[in-house]
Every structure is written in structure tokens, then in C-alpha cells.
């Protein structure tokens, strides 16, 4: 495969190294004390997961390897003459552990552009669904199609060693990461273009050609994929897609297997679906106001209007972090170079100054301010990308940049199949019961 699969497994080899050391010394000291309401509460807070790729922080957001996301714009390769890193960049990143070189990032682009040849029987799997299907649907079948590819589950059985698995699970990343662009963009022109297909271009990088072969060749648009692919692209490793690809990797399923595992995660309102609902949250506020524009006082109304109903403000809150999204914070960024006038823009912007006072004032939120889906959909907008569905499919191909660097990582280091301890209702009964008892 070339050098960086080197440098990737000596990096590891090295870190495994670490990892043994540290069990052997510490294995015994205790993390934290997890607590009742974490047990019924989705785990939250509980430190139980090793995810070396990224690492997220209440208060300073998402570091991938230690870099901030203004330090990864500033500092990943880019296109000649583009501002935006390329996501190419930061998959090295999270393998690595060091920001490449302007030589390995065109490796890299190589690589996956000689990789991104996606079999005939894997179109005809998505022809045979119904053209209203979810374009999440039609992505996760896709890719389970793509799993006969696997040189991770032909190696497996034929019987490798256990220090073979990350090199076979390296291959299958890199090969579904090529060719996961082109299956997206297939899916996109053949629900919303009449089937109207654009052949890859393997000239381009990985995002421009992703742009291209959806049928958007504007510059800007091809700017906004390189941001948008590289912030999206992991989040650690507790939230919904990292964790679900993570588990069923962890049973030593190949790489076509555990990313559908998180992708069927990611489709899921709470998770990755969370960004078309923004958008068509934000339209429904200007078609009941009547206006593109709406006021910030009108915009403060239908947020107490939508709380009073019971609902959710979308895009608002985070279970971890505790200020404003980086990756938000990097999407205005670019809307304030690219589009500032923007009506559905500057409206994400008005409600971006009137939303977090609101939401504090229930003293219900504990994190009141806009997380990277708040954004996302009015860039998408601006540039006439207006199928809110394929949204999360978007997400879906920069999120594999960093669960299966995870993946990788996870083979790498031998780490065992997970598999928590849990409790029934009736245990938790009696444990609190003898707790009284003897308090009493």
C-alpha cells in the first residue's frame, strides 16, 4: 500500500507498547465511580473507552491529536489557492499522530483515487430499492454490498494471525473510504438528478471529486466540502457512530460491517439526522413569520413558542461540550467569506445571538449553545444543495475518516471484544435497599 501504512504500524507498535505499560503498572486504579442515574441515562460521563484519535473537552470542543480545529485549518495541506484543509490531512492525522506533508496528503489522494472503482453489482443493490427510499437506507445497503470486497473477512478465514489483523483492516479502510464518495454521489443523482450519473474525475481530490461527481463544480462548494468533511469526521469515541462501529468491531466484524453498524446509528434523529432538522426548523420559522428575514425578536418568539410545545430547539446543546461548537464556530467562518448575506445564513446567525439566553433562562439546559449541526444546512443551502435527506449521508462519508482510523487503531493494539456489565431494575432495587439499611 505504500509508506504511510508503514508509519502508521510503527507508531502503533509503539503506543502498544505504552498501553502495556500502563496496564501492567495501573490496570487496578479505579477511573471514576459510576453512579445510578449514568446507568439509566445512556452512560454519560463515564470514562470507559480509549479512542486515540480524538479527544473532546467540555470547555475547549474537539482536538484531533492534540490540534484544535483552527489549528487544523491553519495548518493541513490544502489545494493550491484553497483556504480549507483537506480532509486527506487529517485522516493522516489521526493515524499518524503528526500533520502530514503536503507529499503525503497527495499519497494519500492518489491512493484513494486508483481505490475508488466501485462494482456494477453494487449499483444494481441500490437500483433494486425503491427510489423513495431514505438515502441513509440506500448508503448502509450500499456499503454491506461493498462487504464482499473485504480482505479483512477472506483473510480471517483462511486463518491469520492476530498480528495481521490491522494490516488487512488498514486495507478494507482505505478502499471503503475511496469508494464511499461514489456511492454517495450515486445515490444523490439518482434519487434527486433522474439518474442522471457524472463519472469521477480522478484528477481531483477526494472532496472536489465527491462535489463533482454530485453535480456541484462551483469552487466554493468544493471550499466547503474540504471543511465540512474534515470537522465532521470524528467527535472521540463515546458518541453514537464512533461507539457503534467501534462495538461491532470489537467482535472482530471487517470494516464494511462496522461502519453500517454506525451508520444505522448516525441515521438516527438524536444523532446525525440532527442537522437536516435544523434546516427545516429554521424554514418553518420564516414561512410562520412570513418573512427570509425574520427579526431577533420574532426569532426569540418561536423559540419560546417551539419550548412552550414541548420541543427542542435543534441544533442546540451537546451532551459533552459546554460552549459553542468549534466546528460551528468554523462553518460561520466560512459563510462570513463566502455568503454573509445569505437570508437562511444570517437568520442561523440571529438565532445563534438569541438562542443560548433563552435556553439558559429554563435552567434546564446545561448547555445552551449551538453545536456543529446548528450550521451546517444553510452552507449546504447557499450553494443549492436543497435535499435536507441527503444531509446525514454527508456526515455519514466524513464520519469514516475517523471511526475507521479508530477501527484501525483498534486492531493495531489487540484491544478485546467489548462487553460492559449490566444490571436489571430489580438488582438496582435491592443495592439501594441495603445501602439504606446500613446507613440506617
Known amino acids: 500500500m505504500g509508506y504511510v501504512k508503514e ?18 503498572e495501573h490496570g487496578d486504579k479505579v477511573l471514576d465511580k459510576v453512579t445510578i442515574a449514568q446507568a439509566y441515562q445512556g452512560m454519560r460521563g463515564i470514562p470507559g473507552l480509549i479512542t486515540e484519535t480524538s479527544l473532546l473537552d467540555s470547555n475547549e470542543g474537539i482536538r484531533f491529536r492534540g490540534f484544535s480545529i ?10 493550491e489557492g484553497g483556504n480549507e484543509p483537506l ?22 489522494s492518489a491512493t484513494w483515487a486508483r481505490r475508488s472503482h466501485v462494482p456494477n453489482y453494487v449499483f444494481d443493490t441500490i437500483e433494486a430499492l425503491p427510489v423513495s427510499t431514505h438515502p441513509m437506507t440506500q448508503f448502509c445497503t450500499a456499503v454491506l454490498a461493498l462487504q464482499t470486497e473485504s480482505k479483512f473477512a477472506k483473510a480471517y478465514e483462511e486463518g491469520i494471525s492476530k498480528k495481521e489483523y490491522w494490516s488487512y483492516m488498514y486495507e478494507d479502510t482505505m478502499t471503503l473510504i475511496a469508494r464511499l464518495p461514489r456511492v454517495a454521489a450515486y445515490i444523490y443523482r439518482r434519487k434527486y438528478k433522474n439518474g442522471d450519473h457524472i463519472q469521477p474525475d480522478g484528477m481531483l481530490d477526494w472532496s472536489a471529486n465527491f462535489a463533482h461527481m454530485m453535480g456541484y463544480n462551483d469552487e466554493g462548494f468544493k471550499e ?14 463515546g458518541n453514537v457512530s464512533a461507539h457503534a462501529t467501534h462495538l461491532v468491531g470489537s467482535a472482530l466484524s471487517d470494516a464494511y460491517l462496522s461502519f453500517t453498524a454506525g451508520m444505522t446509528g448516525l441515521a438516527g434523529p438524536l444523532h446525525g439526522l440532527a442537522n437536516q432538522e435544523v434546516i427545516r426548523w429554521i424554514e418553518e420559522l420564516q414561512r ?22 414541548g420541543k427542542v430547539v435543534p441544533g442546540y446543546g451537546h451532551a459533552v461540550l459546554r460552549k459553542t461548537d468549534p466546528r460551528f464556530t468554523a462553518q460561520m467562518e466560512f459563510a462570513k467569506t463566502h455568503c454573509p448575506d445569505d437570508p437562511v445564513v444570517k437568520t442561523v446567525w440571529n438565532v445563534y445571538e438569541v438562542a443560548p439566553p433563552i435556553l439558559e433562562s429554563t435552567g434546564k439546559i446545561k448547555n445552551p449553545w449551538p453545536n456543529v449541526d446548528a450550521h451546517s444546512g444553510a452552507l449546504l443551502k447557499h450553494y443549492g444543495l436543497v435535499e435536507e435527506d441527503f444531509y446525514t449521508v454527508l456526515f455519514g462519508v466524513s464520519r469514516a475518516l475517523g471511526v475507521l482510523a479508530s477501527l484501525c487503531w483498534d486492531r493495531a493494539l489487540g484491544f478485546a471484544i467489548e462487553r460492559p456489565k449490566s444490571m436489571t431494575t430489580e438488582w438496582i432495587q435491592k443495592f439501594v435497599a441495603k445501602g439504606e439499611a446500613v446507613a440506617g
Open 7 to 24: 508509519r502508521f504500524k510503527a507508531v502503533a507498535d509503539t503506543q502498544a507498547g505504552v498501553i502495556k505499560s500502563i496496564i501492567a
Open 288 to 309: 410562520e413569520i412570513g418573512s427570509d428575514c425574520p427579526t431577533k425578536e420574532q426569532i426569540a418568539d418561536y423559540i419560546k413558542k417551539t419550548l412552550s410545545e
Open 224 to 237: 466547503l466540502m474540504r471543511l465540512y468533511l474534515t470537522i465532521h469526521a470524528d467527535h472521540e469515541g
Open 70 to 79: 483552527p489549528e487544523l485549518r491553519e495548518k493541513l495541506p490544502k489545494v
Open 87 to 108: 480532509p486527506e490531512g487529517l485522516f493522516y492525522l489521526m493515524l499518524v499522530g503528526e500533520i502530514p506533508s503536503q507529499e503525503d496528503v497527495d499519497h494519500i
